[in-house]
């Protein structure tokens, strides 16, 4: 059984900033990336960043320059930076991981919500 936990989401005003932090324990085998996904009220999820075990990194272009997505290999963690957030930001937040064997695991989801 694998688990996926984030923490960190919560209540800011536009401009600032939250840490957002995920962590995979359990039977998982080795992950070949981890990575952020964001869901607004009425919209299709979405990839926020993503990074490899390599550190290779991706991002949404409407995060670039504002997020930042770093990772802790041997602990299978991995956090996100929230720099300059905006109300377009407000979202749950899911992590998931991606696994050698080709499993992905969701964590449950965490609350961002940015007040203008």
């Known amino acids: 059984q694998v688990q996926v936990a984030e923490s960190g989401g919560g209540l800011v005003q536009a401009g600032g900033s939250l840490r957002l932090s995920c962590a995979a324990s359990?039977?998982?085998?080795?992950?070949?990336?981890m990575g952020w996904y964001r869901q607004a009220p009425g919209k299709q999820r979405e990839l926020v960043a993503g990074?490899?075990?390599?550190?290779?990194?991706n991002y949404a272009d409407s995060v670039k320059g504002r997020f930042t997505i770093s990772r802790a290999n041997a602990k299978n963690t991995v956090s996100l930076q929230m720099n300059s957030l905006k109300p377009e930001d407000t979202a749950v937040y899911y992590c998931?991981?991606?696994?050698?064997?080709?499993?992905?695991?969701w964590g449950q989801g965490t609350q961002v919500t940015v007040s203008s």
């Open positions: 998931r991981v991606a696994t050698l064997t080709g499993n992905f695991y």
């Open positions: 990074i490899t075990v390599g550190g290779s990194t």
């Open positions: 359990g039977s998982i085998s080795a992950t070949v990336a």
